[in-house]
């Protein structure tokens, strides 16, 4: 059984450019997260979906970012025109629909806006 | 505005001893609540959820809650150097579709040898 894979684990960009970041969650999950992680910091929610269905965005969450899983499976999560503010972790979950929602975290996307 | 609240730290323990780990929330209507262990520069690892009042032992770990005073402990017996991390405490939401977790900021354990 596979975990949580992301893909890159570290992406260096310039200020101003546009960055992708994939999640493959654990196979039988139909639900997925994402989170941002500061240094110091607990993580911060995003957004999550249920299988292809986006059901919750963070109200913090500039119009810069957006998520897709267009078929319930993978998601990416597109930064656009990246700021030095968005250098973070960037973390995927998933969980399996039921009492507890349990989520895994896969290893993180680690980001550096120069 | 949702909010749970960790000492930062840091917490140092001598080898064998309890780590005593703690966690408050203001979301009187959160269900269920998660302790994470983080190793530095790695992703959160789920040690273990509770979602009733009381304890629930795994292990070396024991998760505590009190709903009435809205607080959320763990305790790490036997504590080991290789448990030394930082430890998140989770709440879920409590309405319908808020699955999300809110995390505390963290609490640094060391153990010391």
């Known amino acids: 059984d596979t975990g949580v894979s992301q893909d890159p684990r570290h992406k260096i960009t310039k200020r101003g450019q546009n960055v992708t970041f994939r999640c493959d969650p654990i196979?039988?999950?139909?639900?997925l997260y994402w989170y941002r992680q500061t240094l110091g910091q607990g993580p911060e929610f995003l957004t999550y979906f249920q299988n292809e269905a986006q059901l919750e965005k963070s109200r913090l969450l500039s119009d810069r970012f957006s998520a897709e899983r267009p078929k319930g499976s993978f998601s990416t999560l597109e930064i656009q025109r990246t700021e030095q503010g968005d250098s973070a972790m960037y973390l995927c979950?998933?969980?399996?629909?039921?009492?507890?929602?349990?989520?895994?975290f896969g290893p993180g996307t680690r980001l550096t806006v120069l | 505005q949702k909010e749970v609240e960790q000492n930062s730290g840091p917490l140092s323990v001598p080898e064998g001893a309890i780590a005593s780990l703690n966690c408050t929330y203001s979301?009187?209507?959160?269900?269920?609540f998660f302790w994470y262990r983080q190793y530095s520069g790695k992703s959160p690892e789920l040690i273990m959820f509770?979602?009733?009042?009381g304890d629930k032992e795994d292990g070396r770990f024991t998760a505590q809650l009190n709903k009435a005073s809205q607080y959320v402990s763990l305790l790490i017996r036997d504590s080991q150097p290789s448990d030394s991390a930082t430890y998140l405490c989770a709440v879920m939401g409590s309405s319908g579709s808020a699955r999300q977790l809110t995390f505390g900021s963290g609490t640094q354990l060391t153990v010391l040898p």
């Open positions: 979950a998933s969980s399996l629909m039921g009492s507890t929602d349990t989520q895994y």
């Open positions: 196979s039988e999950h139909n639900r």
């Open positions: 509770i979602y009733s009042n």
């Open positions: 979301d009187r209507g959160s269900q269920s």
